[in-house]
Every structure is written in structure tokens, then in C-alpha cells.
């Protein structure tokens, strides 16, 4: 399939090693977050959320991190493996006034490759 | 629990044309969103449907414009392409106030 994400920055990791990417979000009223996982030629596939209630949340293998204060998120990705290579997006939620729609923010996305 | 399905999953057209982008949304879900993805970036909101009418829309002209059917599949349909609407366009559905859950998308080729 065609590759997503040709330019992006890239975080290297061997496997079996814990991965921590990095997210920076723009708005201070966001109040949900969610970490997409984008594998080549395929939709991007829910992994975790967090809503701004909350600073940290644990799922299997992962963990989502928020710091409200300097608006940043990061996902960490414990004992990474070959199937975890992808590019990964956060996104903030944007809720629109009035229409009550909801749409989200994706940010620039970074590729994880891990390396046997 | 079938997920959000898109088609066709490739799709060629001429400068000018129009094209039909089709999605079946996520069984319980009553929200659908369209997005465009271009090579290298992150998707961009077009707009959102709920009970069959449009109620958001990101920074798209009107040639973009959707439909949203009451067994919630949906359309987009895109009027006089041009070469910068070549992308992969994803469908996304969801629950009120829950996460999205995306399609596979459709790669477009305007040429």
C-alpha cells in the first residue's frame, strides 16, 4: 500500500523497548484527546483516549499522558513490537457552538519503526 | 461488530468530473464524519452528519457536499475535481461524544 506519512519525523526503537511519542495540541479548551495509530494503506485505528479530567490513563501496552499546563500529551508504548510500526496522531477534539458537532484536530503525526 | 466499510477503496477521475465516495458506518452509530488526508499530513475535517443533516463543516468548498441516509451509511460527493483534491478520504463514525472509528478511506486520483 502507499505509504502515509513520507516526511514526517521519525522515532527509531529496538524491539522490546517502552516508545514515548510526543504530541503538542494547540487549543486550551480541548477537553478530549485521542491517540490514532495509522498503518500504510489503512484508516487510522483508535487506541486510547483521555479526557482533561484526567492526567494519566493505562490500557494494555499503553499509556496517555496529559499535561494541561504546557498542553501536551504523549503516548507511551510498553515492550514495543515489529506490529507496532506505524504512524501515530493525536488529535484534540474541537466541539463546534450552536450545530453541536464535534470534530477533531489531527496533529502532524510521527512515525514509529521498530527494529528487530 | 462490523466496522466503518468504504468504497471503492481506489478510485481515477479527470480534472472536472464529479465522484460518488460511499460509507457504511459503524453498526450503532449515528454519527458520520468525512475527512481528507493528503500524503504526509494528517486528516482534515470536511464535515459531520447527524440524523441525516449537516451539522458541522470544516474549511471545504461547496463542490464537497454529503449526504447521510437513515440507516446512517453516507456520501460524499465531490463536483469539478481538481488535481489538489487527490487524497485519501476517510469516513469516520461514531456515538454521540465518543471517539471516531474510521474506514480504510478511499485513494482518489485526479489527473
Known amino acids: 500500500g502507499e505509504s502515509v506519512g513520507l516526511h514526517l519525523p521519525t522515532l527509531s526503537v529496538q524491539e522490546g523497548d517502552n516508545s514515548i511519542i510526543n504530541c503538542a495540541y494547540s487549543?486550551?479548551?480541548?477537553?478530549?484527546f485521542i491517540w490514532y495509530k495509522q498503518e500504510s494503506g489503512k484508516g487510522p485505528q483508535f487506541i486510547i483516549d483521555i479526557r482533561s479530567n484526567m492526567d494519566k490513563r493505562q490500557g494494555q501496552r499503553v499509556t496517555v499522558l496529559l499535561n494541561k499546563t504546557v498542553k501536551h500529551l504523549s503516548l507511551q508504548i510498553a515492550a514495543t513490537q515489529p506490529g507496532d510500526s506505524a504512524v501515530y496522531f493525536c488529535?484534540?477534539?474541537?466541539f463546534g457552538s450552536g450545530g453541536g458537532y464535534n470534530k477533531l484536530i489531527f496533529g502532524a503525526g510521527t512515525r514509529l519503526a521498530v527494529h528487530p | 461488530e462490523t466496522g466503518v466499510t468504504q468504497s471503492p477503496t481506489h478510485l481515477i477521475k479527470t480534472r472536472g468530473q464529479q465522484v460518488t465516495l460511499r460509507c457504511s458506518s459503524q453498526s450503532g452509530h449515528n454519527t458520520v464524519s468525512w475527512y481528507q488526508q493528503a500524503l504526509g499530513q494528517g486528516p482534515q475535517f470536511i464535515f459531520q452528519y447527524y440524523r441525516e443533516e449537516e451539522n458541522g463543516r470544516g474549511n471545504f468548498p461547496p463542490r464537497f457536499s454529503g449526504l447521510q441516509f437513515p440507516n446512517y451509511s453516507s456520501e460524499l460527493n465531490v463536483n469539478a475535481l481538481e488535481l489538489d483534491d487527490s487524497a485519501l478520504y476517510l469516513c469516520?463514525?461514531?456515538?454521540?461524544?465518543?471517539?471516531?472509528?474510521f474506514g480504510n478511506g478511499t485513494r482518489l486520483t485526479v489527473t
Open positions: 487549543n486550551s479548551a480541548s477537553d478530549y
Open positions: 488529535a484534540e477534539t474541537y
Open positions: 469516520a463514525s461514531s456515538m454521540t461524544g465518543g471517539p471516531l472509528h
